[in-house]
């Protein structure tokens, strides 16, 4: 990488060191992390190329995995970033997250535990805090459409099971799948997850919806009641 004329800019280079143009001639493999950033962010501040931006980015962030899932604010408080850089580089990590996952459509069945997980994994895999979330199914187990319930904390989020069946009773669901993240990693469920599925496996055989999984996913792995026996002890 250049660093004789970085105060000059990025326009001062000789062209083929340019990361966009790197990236045309050569493909985007052969581009390091902070090049590929430096072609969103476009321009740098007054004392810093494009890629120096780039490079404090990803060095006071924690690297690309540390930048996956920060707030625009903490984007922001970034020198050199800005709301319309933030907004690009959100825009881009939310585009990867979405590319990654496996789709989840209306009107598609579902495969089972692995499924899910292949889907959700990609978006909630660096929260920092855990998000709640529903899968609405038809009669034949077909996706109605999916939600979030609630985000919480680093280790909790708060769900009640009124703001779960009510829309699920809107949607005319017959079953629902709940899956959540634990930001520590491991998805191992914790007392507060095995009495919350209690008790929404109860809520639903009231209202005739039926629970058929609540999958926690962690880093790289998950674990989902419904193959544990979970729902078969309290059947």
Known sequence: MRTATL?????????QERPRELLLSQGPQGLS????LAILLRSGRQDCSAVEVAMDLLTQLDGLRGLANRSLEELCAISGIGPA????????????????????????????????FQHYYPLLRDMRYEVFKAIL?????????????????????????REVFNLAVRESAAAIIFV??????????????????????????????RVLDHIVIGDGKY????????FATNA
């Open 180 to 209: 959540h993240n634990h930001p520590s990693g491991d998805p191992r469920p914790s007392e507060e997850d095995h009495a919350l599925t209690q008790r929404l496996i109860a809520a639903g055989d009231i209202l005739g919806i």
């Open 33 to 36: 992390d902070a090049q590929l």
């Open 223 to 230: 674990v989902s009641f419904a193959d544990e026996g979970f």
């Open 7 to 15: 105060k000059n800019g990025i326009r001062s280079w000789p062209e």
């Open 85 to 116: 850089k933030a907004a690009q580089i959100l825009a881009a990590i939310e585009l990867g997250k979405r590319t990654l996952a496996t789709p989840l459509s209306e009107g598609k069945r579902i495969q089972g535990s692995q499924h899910i």
């Open 137 to 161: 199914l038809d009669a034949k187990h077909m996706v109605i459409r999916d939600f979030t319930v609630s985000k919480g904390s680093l280790t909790v989020s708060i769900v009640h099971p």
